[in-house]
C-alpha cells in the first residue's frame, strides 16, 4: 500500500511538473509572439518615417530595434543612411567604420560625405538652418545662395501660412539635367520636382521670373509630405502648391468635358499628353481655390486645409473632406465652374 502511495504521488507530481513546464513553455512563446510583433510593428512605423523624411523619427526607432538585433546589417545600412539624411557627415563615416562589413552603398554614402563636405567648403557655404543641400553638376556660389534665400523665404511664409514646422530639415538638390538623379524618367513639361528631395535644375536660376514660383511650389509639396504619412491626392498637393506659387492665376477654364475624380487622385507624371496635363492642374487649382474661398481664403482656410490634409491618413480624401468642409471630392469637383 506505501508502495502504490509512493508511486501514486510521484505521478502527481509528474504531471504537476508537466503542467509547470507547459505553461512556462506556454508563456514563453506568448512573450516571443507578442515581441515579434512589436518588432514588426515598429519596422513598419520606421519604414514610415523613412518613406516621409522623417529622420528623427527613423532614427530613434532604428535605434531601438538595434537594441533588439544589434549585428542585423540592414539596419546598420539604414542607420549609416539616416545619419546622412541629417547632414552628419562626419558621424555618417565614423558609424560606417564601426561596421564589421563592407558593402557598395556604405562606400557611396562615405564618398558622398566627404564630397558634400569639401562642396560646401569650396563655395564658401555654411550649412543652413532648413535646408541640407546637395550638388549634381556645378553650381555657382551666387546660384546656391540665391536659392537658399529664396527657399528660406518661401519657408517662413509656408510655415506661417500652414501654421506648422516641419522636424526635419528638408532637401535641395541642384542639378544639371543630363545628371538627373531622381526616380525614373520625366515628361518634357516637368521642370523641377519633389521626389522626397527638391530637385531644381541649375540653369533655371538664371530666370528669376521662373525659379522663384517653381521653388515655392516644390517647397509646398515638402511641407505637405511634412504635414501627414498619408497618400496625399494629386489635387490636393497640386491645387495647394499652385496657389501658394501664384503662377496661374489668369489661365482661362480648359475645353472639354471635366476630368474624373480617380484622374485627378492620381499622379500626373505619368500623363503625356500636355493638353490633358494642363485640365487637370487648372481643376486641381480650383479645387483647392474653392475649399479655402469657403473660409474667406485668408491664414485661417489654410490653416484648416492643413488639417484636412493631416486627417487623410486616418480617414481618407472623402472622409477628410466631409469633416472639415462637409463634401466630398465629388461634391467639390462639381461645384468648379
Not at 549585428?71 to 546598420?76: C, M, R, Y
Amino acid at each position: 500500500m506505501a508502495q502504490k502511495k509512493s508511486n501514486w504521488k510521484r505521478r502527481v507530481v509528474g504531471l504537476l511538473l508537466m503542467y509547470v513546464l507547459m505553461f512556462v513553455g506556454y508563456q514563453y512563446y506568448e512573450k516571443k509572439v507578442v515581441e515579434r510583433e512589436q518588432f514588426e510593428m515598429m519596422i513598419h512605423v520606421t519604414n514610415e518615417c523613412i518613406r516621409v523624411g522623417d529622420w528623427k523619427c527613423a532614427e530613434k526607432n532604428v535605434r531601438e530595434l538595434l537594441k533588439s538585433e544589434p549585428d542585423d546589417t540592414n539596419l546598420q545600412m539604414h542607420m549609416a543612411g539616416i545619419l546622412f539624411e541629417q547632414e552628419r557627415y562626419q558621424e555618417c563615416i565614423s558609424y560606417i567604420e564601426s561596421l564589421n562589413f563592407k558593402h557598395k552603398d556604405l562606400d557611396y554614402l562615405v564618398e558622398k560625405s566627404n564630397a558634400l563636405e569639401q562642396e560646401l567648403k569650396n563655395l564658401g557655404v555654411e550649412k543652413s538652418m532648413h535646408f541640407r543641400l546637395e550638388f549634381d553638376g556645378g553650381p555657382s556660389k551666387k546660384d546656391v545662395m540665391e536659392a537658399l534665400a529664396v527657399l528660406e523665404v518661401a519657408y517662413d511664409s509656408i510655415s506661417n501660412l500652414f501654421d506648422f514646422l516641419p522636424e526635419n530639415k528638408m532637401s535641395l538638390v541642384l542639378y544639371e539635367d543630363k545628371e538627373y538623379q531622381g526616380t525614373g524618367p520625366r515628361p518634357d513639361w516637368v521642370g523641377a520636382v519633389f521626389d522626397g528631395k527638391l530637385r531644381v535644375p541649375v540653369n533655371m536660376m538664371a530666370y528669376r521670373e521662373v525659379y522663384r514660383p517653381v521653388l515655392f511650389h516644390e517647397l509646398t509639396h515638402a511641407f505637405v509630405r511634412a504635414m501627414t504619412r498619408a497618400k496625399v491626392p494629386c489635387w490636393m498637393n497640386e491645387g495647394i502648391a499652385q496657389v501658394i506659387d501664384g503662377s496661374h492665376n489668369n489661365e482661362e477654364h480648359p475645353a472639354g468635358a471635366k476630368p474624373s475624380i480617380e484622374s485627378l487622385r492620381k499622379s500626373f507624371v505619368k500623363e503625356t499628353d500636355a493638353a490633358t496635363v494642363k485640365k487637370l492642374y487648372w481643376f486641381s487649382k480650383r479645387m483647392v481655390e474653392e475649399l479655402l474661398w469657403r473660409d474667406g481664403g485668408g491664414p485661417e482656410a489654410f490653416r484648416k486645409f492643413a488639417k484636412c490634409l493631416q486627417d487623410l491618413r486616418e480617414l481618407g480624401m472623402d472622409g477628410s473632406l466631409k469633416k472639415h468642409y462637409g463634401m466630398t471630392a465629388q461634391d467639390l469637383l462639381e461645384s468648379v465652374k
